[in-house]
Structure formats: C-alpha cells, structure tokens
C-alpha cells in the first residue's frame, strides 16, 4: 500500500478528501492485552522452578536433546493442539537445554 498523502480538499484525486489534522488519541487499555505484567512473569517462574517440567516437556527435551526437532514438533503439536503453540513450546525447550548446557550440564531436575 502506498504511503498516505496530505489530503488535498478536492473531492476527486488520488488525495482527494477534506484536510484534517491527525489528533494525538490516548493509549486504550486492549492495546495492553497479551503483555505478561512482572508478577505474573515471576509467579510463572517460580511454579515452573518448583514443579518441574510435565512429562510430554520431558519427552520434548529428550528428542531435542538427540537432534530430532521435526518429531519434537509433532509432539508438541499432538499434545497442545496447533502448530503455532508447538512451536514455541519448542522453542522454550530448545532455550531450557540451552540454559542447562550453558549452566553447567550437570544440573538435571528429576
């Protein structure tokens, strides 16, 4: 789509239309819909330190582990339902083994 032009004030054109001039509007509350606050990140963190990982995220890991992402995927996908949620439960298991292997290896929960 091309950029917007400067509204002309004549009705026909291609920036055919009355001048205005843009108002400045106020952010609206849904604009922050979807954004994780600070605790809400912190109590997720904290239950997942606490819990541990679910077995089918244990069972993700492994296959990461071994190199086979495309069954990972299909997992993932089997257990959560779409492809776009597989794949970033994937990918939040791809940056755990990360972590672990950055943090030393040796640290395994059980």
Do not use: C, W
């Not at 400045?24 to 979807?34: F, M």
């Not at 582990?65 to 990918?91: F, I, M, N, P, S």
């Amino acid at each position: 789509m091309a950029p917007a032009q400067a509204k002309s004030g004549l009705f026909v054109g291609l920036n055919r239309g009355h001048v205005t001039t843009k108002r400045e509007l106020a952010r609206r509350p849904s604009d922050r819909k979807g954004k994780t606050s600070k605790r809400t990140l912190f109590v997720r963190n904290l239950i997942r330190e606490v819990a541990g990982f679910a077995p089918y995220e244990k069972r993700i890991t492994e296959l990461l582990k071994v190199g086979k992402d495309k069954r990972a995927l299909k997992v993932a996908k089997r257990k959560l339902g779409t492809h776009k949620r597989a794949k970033k439960k994937r990918e939040e298991m791809s940056s755990v083994l990360r972590k672990m292997r950055s943090a030393g290896g040796g640290d395994k929960k059980k």
